[in-house]
């Protein structure tokens, strides 16, 4: 079995943001790592190779030449090897661009199965594993907290705002993966080492067979006009609760009678 | 005018509030309205949807829209698309709503534009105020595809008010679907308790727990303060990783985002992850025994206190107050 894992750079949630001039985020100006749910996905599909012999797990990762560290960050934890596409034309493509990208990057890929994350910290669109089953004509399953394979047979659940439903599908199939479904394992030291000299093919446009007009900002679907940071808001009144409890709840529930909340 | 369809969220043909609130702001869009209803009960939803504008209602009244995974739903929503003609399309920002959103607009090469706060007319393009990176920045976008353009809203962006038409024109959707559609089965569908509570993105009052209840039965607590107030409970996710709430009421950056009118955290510290998925909510209350906890410097009131001390006598107010 061959099991893809989309892994995306992001900037560090704690690194200052920088808009550019062209509205895109500047990638280059505070630390960049591994989209923490793509390390969820990794750790199944990592789950699955070490439980179904022959299986090999690659991560495909669409972003600029920086984005190699990502990848080998990505096959640190034992992925078999990685697919990076970086094109200068790339540069400020939205969720269905990128999804064209990695449908394109796919189209002459044999797989299995595809697990990703349900989100990026920085889009945070969730649109991509949709759309990217939508290019390659497969079901897809988002938002998976349970995942069990028989066979070609996945059977996922799906977190809902209420709880979960069961959901049955045929491989080859897309799976994007929620926080709950696994606990990461961090990477050995022979992981890292080992990451050094694991195949990576670095592909450019041309050779995924995509034309530069169906990706990067002008040819995205979306356009963002204005992207400006919230005021940073003021700590309101802090009440020192004298340990008796009564003075801390007395205080709190006149300010929620105060704005009609109670 | 602006020729709108609303994508309808409903519980057997009731919609749900965030329906209300988006056919109301397509009504202050001053848009032609019709609305699409999918799934077991849809024909019930049409007059309802009439009282807040719809002038159309397009229904697919079958168990085929919930039974499988997305692509039904899509084969639906491409219909409805066709026959309104609509060159815009709301849908509430819901993760299964998302989806089928995401792929109708591949299909018919639409942008999606997700999570919308405001909504304002520009020409023919709509565009969307929104929050990026958890909060920190808001921006204004719009969709510009050759398809439609796809807006999903977040749900209490807009304040529901009933007007417009009375009873609306019914179409009902003859849906035709290959197998290609019926490939993700649910096979399931498993409800937690909810204690009545109100789902955390729609609730107007959300009250988290966080590491500092110190076990499982501390959300009893939680509880009991959610309702008290109405509210939904949602936590941290130092207590959904260690089992003591379920995780999908995990609020932040790898949980879900939200903005209350009303977010009070116990026992929170206020990590950034965290900060991600609650900082644009309209009023933040904290109660943490730490003077120094981050989450003070957001908070327009503060307890400096022990939740264990301070929620009892505070659950007691709130219920005599009532
Ligand atoms: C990639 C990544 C993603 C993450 N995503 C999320 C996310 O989505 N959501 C999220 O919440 N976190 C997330 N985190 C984790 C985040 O960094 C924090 O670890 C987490 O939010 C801490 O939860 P907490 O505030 O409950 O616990 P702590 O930080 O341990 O805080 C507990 C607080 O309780 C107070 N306290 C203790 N006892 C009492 C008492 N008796 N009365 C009053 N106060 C008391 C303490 O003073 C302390 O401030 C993420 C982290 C990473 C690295
Ligand atoms: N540039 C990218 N390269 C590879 N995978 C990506 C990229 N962008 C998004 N993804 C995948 O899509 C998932 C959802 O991201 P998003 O739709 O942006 O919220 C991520 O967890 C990744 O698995």
Known sequence: MRIICPVKRVPDTAATKVIADDKTLDRDAGEAILNANDEWSIEEAMRIKERTDGTEVIALCMGPEQAQTTVRKALSYGLDGAIQITDPAIHGSDAAATARVLAAALRDEEFDLIIMGNQSSDARSTLVPAMLAEYLDLPALTYVRKLDLDDRTLTAQRETASGYVVVESQ?????????????????????????????????????????AGEVGLDNSWTQIVEATPRPPKQAGEKVEDDGSGTVGAQALAEFLAGKKFI | MPNILVLVEHDAGTPRKVTNQILTAARGLGADISAAVFGEGAGNAADALGGYGAAKVFVWDSPDAHGY????????????????????????????????????????????????NDLELDGDRVLVTKDIFGGEMTSKCFAKGEGPQFITVKPNAFTAEEGGGGSPEVVSLDISLDDKAKRAKVVDVVEAESGGRPEMTEASIICAGGRGLGDEKGFELIEQLADALGAAVGASRAATDAGWYPHQHQIGQTGKTVSPQLYIGSGISGAIQHRAGMQTSQTIVAINKDAEAPIFSIADFGVVGDLYKVLPPLIEEINKRK
């Open chain 1, 171 to 211: 491989m080859p199939a897309i799976v994007s993966v929620v926080e709950a479904i696994n606990e990461p394992r961090y990477p050995s030291f022979k992981g890292i080492m080992a990451a050094k000299s694991k195949p990576l093919e670095t592909k450019d446009l041309a050779a995924i067979g995509l034309d």
């Open chain 2, 69 to 116: 995974a997305t692509e039904t739903q899509v084969a639906a929503l491409e219909q409805a698309i066709a026959q309104s003609g609509a060159s815009i399309v709301l849908a509430a920002a819901d993760p299964f709503t998302s989806d089928v959103v995401a792929r109708t607009a591949i299909r018919l090469k639409g942008g999606v534009v997700t999570d919308a």
